[in-house]
């Protein structure tokens, strides 16, 4: 029983967080960033800033934090096998949760507070927002770069001797 | 760093660059 909630029902809620996380990223990435630049120069960026981005951010933070706590559920007691290396059979899932844990962190710490001043959350000047854009953007990038290692260790770690042995 | 990321192609280019070096350090740790 308690393997099926920890490695059924946890597996299953750090995959399906995971894809929103990462769904929406790719979502920022690939389709909204190019699009606000577009329709910057048309004057209808407003919607997207308004009615768009607030909830695809909501969705964004909290699946992050969702999968980071399903996969550390995941991992219970390897948690520390798998962090800091001590055991063969986790060294990808290893490096898998140092990327995605580096992404959770560029979520919490740089893309989110800037994103509440490019979007007026909170209060700042054009100086402040033109920088909160640069930072939350190169965050976003970067996480989108880390996507593409993170998940191949994610899943290679279930299949380690096809793809290390 | 405009290079590095700005360009969404140049991005995954280096995520598939790194996802190969970080495949060779664990194949070789593993060794």
């Known amino acids: 029983m308690m393997d099926f909630i920890q490695l059924g029902i946890g597996r299953w809620l750090h995959i399906a967080a995971g894809v929103m996380w990462i769904g929406l990223l790719y979502y920022f990435n690939f389709v909204q960033v190019p699009a606000m630049a577009e329709a910057a120069k048309d004057g209808t960026a407003g919607g997207i800033s308004k009615h768009v981005a607030p909830r695809a951010l909501f969705w964004f933070r909290w699946a992050a934090v969702v999968t980071w706590l399903a996969g550390a559920m995941l991992l219970g007691k390897n948690f520390f096998n798998a962090f800091f290396f001590l055991n063969h059979a986790f060294f990808a899932i290893g490096v898998g949760a140092w990327l995605g844990t580096v992404m959770l962190f560029n979520v919490w710490v740089l893309i989110w507070p800037n994103q509440k001043k490019i979007l007026g959350m909170v209060q700042a000047t054009d100086a402040e927002k033109a920088k909160a854009r640069r930072v939350a953007f190169l965050a976003s990038r970067t996480n989108t770069l880390l996507s593409i290692p993170m998940l191949f260790f994610m899943a290679a770690a279930g299949h380690q001797g096809i793809f290390f042995g | ?31």
């Not at chain 2, 760093?1 to 969404?8: A, E, G, N, V, Y």
């Open chain 2, 1 to 31: 760093m405009k290079f590095f990321l700005d360009s969404l192609g140049w991005t995954v280019a280096w995520g598939v660059v790194l996802t190969w070096i970080l495949y060779n350090v664990v194949k070789y740790a593993l060794q």
